[in-house]
């Protein structure tokens, strides 16, 4: 079993075609790829920790229907895009704002948002974020483990900077 994180896929949301340069023609095509590249990289006994903002304007059904296609345990903190409805989706393994894990002996903790100072920072704990789409100077010990700054799928621990 292998932890995976990621953040800000952004399913269904024609804007992030524009807003964050994404190398898609479609909308259609951005949804199929990122399934695509989650389910090689996830395997279906995995753990995948989204940091926030899975669907943008989507229906309820029809983010269900996404988050049933990918591979793993799934475990949502929420972002500024997660509504209730999405959050309450039961295909998710657990839902928060927050969360402080250990993975692999790396003490993390999870947010959508970067911190200027989290829990452990001086003892070595790492933050992972999304929100920022790749664009956020990070701090020593701080990655954006969005889906624009990792070739649109999740991201192991080992692949860290910092880790």
Known sequence: MVVWFTADTHFGHAGALSLYRRPFASVAEMNATMIDRWNQTVGPDDDV????????????EAAAALLQQLNGRKHLVTGNNDPPAIAALPDWSSVQAYAEITVDAHRLALCHYAFRTWNGMAKGVLNLHGHSHGRLKPLPRQTDVGVDAWDFRPVAVSRLRGA
Request: overall charge neutral; glycine content about 8%; cysteine-free.
């Open 49 to 60: 920790w989204h940091l926030g903002d899975f669907a943008l304007r989507t229906s309820t």
